[in-house]
């Protein structure tokens, strides 16, 4: 048993006994990793206190080959949430892209890219204004299913393969067919749902995003978050109150 040191986020924690953590981290080098800090309830611990959810940080930890669980014994934020904290959607979304690296990812297996896309996520929720977040959301989502091989079809039909563009004039999602299909398409499938231009293009391509008013945001996100349940047959528990969250958003 050796000490692997590396960068974490954290994206579970449950309490064990009255002064200890069972904490999962999402790690850079060593993808999702799961491990106890002992004492870590403890105002007084090398820890400082309880570690939170999305909290970052350097961390150095040991497991024994063969083991699920490791032994946190050393956390150093480098970052610590606090802009987050303080807006509501902000740390609604922050528990959502925890919940779904937990979900979509496997222990020991390193994601480098998304640990930085997911880093990059988490400070733009610390930084900006929440009617800002949606757009980030939907990016950090298409960022997690390609780097996890879930990606829907959104850069053609998924039924006839043929390339998505504003000639289409009518647009359709399917979560059977996995993303877009066609108007010539769309009779045999019979889950699809009209979608907008404007939405579709947003899924077509994130950064289109920025510009997008919340409506169409609104109507992307709950296009992804049905996706998502039927990958993982069941819905993520934040996902609603995102959605709900979202939709009461103003200044876009």
């Not at 039927?230 to 200044?251: D, R």
Request: charged residues 25%; aromatic residues 10%; glycine residues 4%.
């Amino acid at each position: 048993m050796h000490l692997i040191k590396d960068k974490g986020i954290c994206i579970r924690s449950t309490d064990y006994s009255e002064t200890s953590q069972i904490l999962t981290f999402f790690t850079y080098e060593g993808g999702k990793v799961s491990v106890i800090a002992k004492g870590a309830r403890r105002a007084k611990s090398s820890f400082c206190g309880p570690i939170e959810i999305c909290s970052a940080g350097d961390m150095v930890y040991s497991i024994r080959e063969g083991d699920k669980l490791g032994t946190l014994t050393e956390f150093n934020p480098t970052f610590f949430s606090t802009g987050i904290r303080k807006k509501l959607l902000a740390v609604n979304c922050s528990f959502l892209a925890a919940e779904l690296l937990n979900i979509f990812t496997q222990e020991h297996d390193p994601h480098p890219e998304l640990f930085e896309e997911s880093m990059a996520f988490l400070k733009r929720l610390d930084e900006k204004a929440d009617n800002k977040v949606p757009e980030f959301l939907i990016a950090f989502e298409f960022a997690m299913l390609t780097y996890t091989g879930s990606m829907p079809i959104i850069d053609r039909c998924a039924n006839c393969k043929r390339k998505f563009d504003a000639d289409w004039k009518q647009y359709y999602f399917s979560i059977s067919a996995r993303g877009f299909v066609c108007r010539d398409c769309e009779a045999a499938f019979v889950d699809k749902k009209a979608i907008t231009f404007e939405s579709a293009s947003c899924l077509n391509d994130t950064r289109k995003c920025e510009n997008a008013k919340n409506t169409v945001l609104v109507q992307a996100e709950e296009l992804l978050v049905e996706y998502i349940t039927y990958v993982l047959e069941k819905k993520p528990k934040t996902a609603q109150m995102v959605l709900q969250l979202m939709k009461s958003i103003s200044g876009r």
